[in-house]
């Protein structure tokens, strides 16, 4: 794959061809507000077009519990690795499918007026990865799971069940 399906948004999820790497995954929750939201963590894990995995389905409750309709994800790193304690710093390098995929899911939340919500957890590898993000969402309002004690933004996993969204801190 070279680039991006045009609609990308739209998809319920979009996968490299060789399928090692995860660019878009979106789920359509029940309701009808018409809130999006847009989730940035740190690299997929296994759920596809039709199955969760446990971040999913963590991040998917938490947005059905504040409202929203429709949930997007992207993240740092594109490849695909159910331990993320196994990513280096390649993992996080220069991916202009990645790069596009986080774009344009920008520009999708942008034009449905919903939130970003960052939720990476402490990277060890992907801090520079972690800085070119940060500055892709300069002009955002983010939201988070809490902080980590190194600033960085909570992992959904890593919390309570109960945990309500709360502005970013940068």
């Known amino acids: 794959m070279k680039s991006l399906p045009r609609n990308m948004t739209s998809r319920l999820a979009v996968f490299s061809g060789c399928g090692q790497n995860r660019y878009w995954l979106r789920r359509n929750l029940t309701g009808n507000t018409g809130k999006h939201v847009l989730w940035i963590m740190m690299n997929p894990s296994r759920a596809n077009e039709t199955s969760n995995d446990a971040t999913t389905t963590m991040t998917t409750n938490i947005s059905r519990r504040h409202g929203y309709d429709v ?17 280096t710093a390649n993992d996080g390098a220069a991916d202009s499918l990645n790069d596009q995929a986080i774009s344009r899911a920008l520009s999708w939340i942008t034009r449905q007026r919903g939130d970003v919500v960052i939720a990476w957890g402490a990277s060890k590898h992907l801090k520079q990865r972690e800085a070119q993000v940060l500055r892709q969402l300069r002009r955002h309002t983010l939201l988070c799971l809490g902080h980590n004690a190194d600033g960085s933004p909570r992992f959904p996993r890593a919390i309570r069940r109960d945990v309500t969204l709360t502005a970013f801190m940068r």
């Open 71 to 87: 949930h997007g994800v992207v993240n740092l790193s594109s490849v695909i690795e159910a331990d993320s304690t196994k990513l």
